[in-house]
């Protein structure tokens, strides 16, 4: 692809995966629109090599991206088979015209705003993968952008995260940050980033779903303290059964009382 940005700054290509996106022609990198890539990379760069199953909602089309220069649909989901080198990504898009299979990539009819086709969506995958309970290690959706069909979309999708996996939701405005921050989160699933971006219209959202949630730790003779695992710290006050703090720590750590 040939592409013709006038790009200046060397601050975007910043990382591998704004690199990619620029390759193919996906917005998610500083060079064409958003400002998402170098904070994916932080993300995402430890799972490179480990994260093998990704979907994404929105396989694109050169309507919605007609301000990119000859956009060719599935432009991040390319970007993603590149950047996770073992993965397989599953494309899902309500434009029919737009679903194509080639190297490491399938794309799947969907709305993502049916809660049935999401759902009939996830059984063709498990049959084209023959695995009948297939998960994902990163979910983004990139699709309508309709706070109502994100959200569904979050309430059905998030049950096939893997755990470490990620979900994703792209272009969420400054002011509807709260909501996405205030739903309700299955058991499990923290919110990992929030990202306000560098204008109204480039912000997102990621959740993962976490090997040792904050829940794990409500035991009886635990009353007030730090406990730390590889990738989890979690502080808790059993007086009143709350969590005081959880976040990622360091591998290694030790469980420390205080
Ligand atoms: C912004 S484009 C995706 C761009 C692509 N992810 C990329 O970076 O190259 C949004 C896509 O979402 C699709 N879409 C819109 N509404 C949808 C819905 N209700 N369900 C599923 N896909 C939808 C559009 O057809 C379009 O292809």
Request: charged content about 30%; aromatic content about 14%; some cysteine.
């Amino acid at each position: 692809m040939n592409m013709t940005f006038n790009v200046k700054e060397p601050y975007v290509f910043k990382t591998e995966l704004c690199k990619l996106f620029y390759k193919y022609g996906a917005d998610k990198c500083p060079a064409i629109r958003h400002s998402y890539s170098p904070e994916y990379y932080t993300l995402l760069k430890e799972y490179k090599s480990q994260f093998t199953d990704i979907l994404e909602i929105g396989v694109g089309n050169d309507c919605q991206l007609r301000y990119v220069f000859e956009y060719i649909p599935g432009a991040s989901l390319r970007a993603w088979r590149d950047f996770f080198t073992d993965a397989n990504v599953y494309g899902i898009d309500i434009d029919k015209n737009v679903l194509f299979e080639e190297e490491r990539i399938k794309c799947f009819y969907a709305d993502q705003s049916k809660e049935e086709e999401l759902e009939n969506t996830i059984r063709d995958i498990e049959k084209y993968t023959n695995n009948k309970n297939q998960k994902f290690d990163l979910i983004v959706d990139d699709g309508s952008h309709i706070i109502s069909h994100m959200i569904l979309s979050f309430k059905i999708l998030s049950k096939y995260m893997r755990i470490n996996g990620i979900y994703i939701i792209e272009d969420i405005k400054k002011e509807d940050i709260d909501r996405f921050k205030n739903i309700e989160l299955p058991m499990g699933i923290e919110i990992i980033k929030v990202y306000e971006g560098k204008d109204s219209q480039d912000g997102f959202i990621a959740y993962q779903r976490l090997d040792f949630p904050g829940e794990t730790f409500r035991i009886k003779d635990f009353v007030r303290g730090v406990c730390c695992l590889d990738y989890f710290i979690c502080c808790l006050d059993l007086g009143t059964n709350k969590r005081l703090l959880s976040g990622k720590s360091h591998p290694g750590s030790l469980i420390r009382k205080v």
